[in-house]
């Protein structure tokens, strides 16, 4: 009795490993999703009606295929790098119709170009994917993970899964600083427009909670002042832009303190602080320590500091994109964003608050 019964649970159980990882859900890396704005989105405008786009020639010219793909950068973007760091495949844009099958465990990007904290930033852009959309999309996208391999399965596969958030820049550049004496800069003085778009930001944060998120990456805005195109609009001497320093100045502290609250009502360290800024301040101000010849001009663009309009095949381009720390007028180079990426993988607490990726997956590996 004792030995048939052995026998049966073992057939039953070897069908279930073998149905586990014929999905392969059980040996491979936890999986990756992604939500925000054109720091990490993947290519998902490429399927919209928008003119934030990176779809033409010469973006993507170190992508493995050369060829664009949507990701603002000459070859790989911050999430790519993360995903390489956790062994894992590139997230597909969640528009993607490629994204299908055992491929969603993999996990989705659902950044989108443009958008910011506020639905009114980025409305220039027309139809972008504003983040109570890309939440949305989460919870569609879970449904439909449902329909593959359960829906106590798909709560585990997203309880475990790592996140990365990149918001707030936009709300500065894309709308209090779009225009002069833009809606938002009438209503509000700046440090009160900061509290706003925070307290804005907090309900975001609890709702991927909600959704189920556990693991969140939070990045602040970089020093918004000091990108090529500010550079060129703001800058009468080669200093970053003042206005825009302070934004962010003001932003990232509060971002830090109210992800605090948010751990410390939940009584755990979902939410991650990635200093953006420090990251980037340490090459921009002193690029040929990183082995860059500048971190004013961008490789790809024109005017002054290559920081005028779109980077697109009639604009400059520099020969060696890993001198540039600045691809186009408002995104860094791949090689820029493996330094980024680095940081986020084994910074100390000048960079990463409470804990650095190397200790989150250290950690959650034993859980
Ligand atoms: C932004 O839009 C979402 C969904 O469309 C809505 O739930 C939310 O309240 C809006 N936020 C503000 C501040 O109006
Ligand atoms: C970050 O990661 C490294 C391992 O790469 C570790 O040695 C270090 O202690 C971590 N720092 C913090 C502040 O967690």
């Known amino acids: 009795m004792d030995s048939?019964?052995?026998v049966v649970s073992s057939i039953v159980l070897g069908a279930l490993v073998i149905t586990l990882s014929?999905?392969?859900?059980?040996?491979?890396?936890r999986a990756f999703f992604v939500f925000g704005d054109?720091?990490?989105d993947n290519g998902n405008?490429?399927?919209l009606a928008t003119t934030a786009r990176a779809d033409n020639y010469p973006y993507g010219i170190d992508y493995p295929?050369?060829?664009?793909?949507?990701?603002f950068s000459n070859g790989l973007n911050i999430p790519d790098l993360i995903s390489e760091a956790i062994g894992s495949e590139p997230t597909l844009p969640y528009?993607?119709?490629e994204l299908t099958g055992e491929g969603l465990l993999v996990g989705a990007n659902f950044a989108s170009a443009g958008i910011g904290v506020l639905n009114d930033t980025g409305i220039q852009f027309l139809n972008i994917i504003r983040i109570y959309k890309q939440l949305e999309y989460f919870q569609q996208y879970q449904t439909r993970v449902s329909a593959l391999i359960g829906a106590e399965q798909t709560e585990r596969l997203v309880n475990e899964a790592l996140i990365l958030i990149t918001l707030g820049g936009n709300d500065f550049v894309n709308n209090y600083y779009l225009v002069p004496f833009s809606a938002r800069s009438r209503q509000y003085s700046l440090p009160d427009y900061v509290v706003y778009v925070i307290s804005e930001y907090q309900k975001v944060l609890a709702r991927l909670y909600e959704l189920g998120a556990r693991r969140v990456l939070v990045t602040g805005t970089g020093p918004l002042g000091c990108v090529p195109a500010e550079l060129a609009m703001r800058s009468p001497n080669g200093q970053c832009a003042v206005e825009l320093q302070r934004a962010a100045g003001l932003f990232n502290p509060q971002l830090v303190q109210m992800i605090n609250r948010l751990n410390s009502d939940i009584g755990s360290d979902v939410f991650v602080a990635a200093n953006a800024f420090e990251m980037h301040m340490d090459f921009i101000s002193n690029p040929?320590?990183?082995?860059?010849?500048?971190s004013k001009v961008a490789c790809c663009g024109q005017g002054p500091?290559?920081?005028l309009g779109l980077c697109t095949i009639a604009s400059n381009l520099c020969p060696n994109r890993d001198i540039y720390a600045f691809w186009d007028a408002f995104h860094p180079s791949e090689r820029a964003n493996r330094i980024i990426v680095r940081n986020i993988l084994e910074g100390d607490s000048k960079y990463m608050h409470p804990m650095n990726l190397s200790t989150i997956m250290a950690l959650d590996s034993r859980t």
């Open 22 to 29: 014929s999905f392969g859900f059980q040996a491979e890396a």
């Open 95 to 97: 528009l993607s119709p």
């Open 4 to 6: 048939s019964f052995g």
């Open 288 to 294: 040929q320590a990183y082995g860059f010849v500048t």
């Open 65 to 71: 295929t050369h060829r664009p793909t949507g990701r």
């Open 45 to 47: 405008n490429n399927y």
């Open 38 to 40: 054109s720091l990490v």
């Open 305 to 307: 500091y290559n920081g």
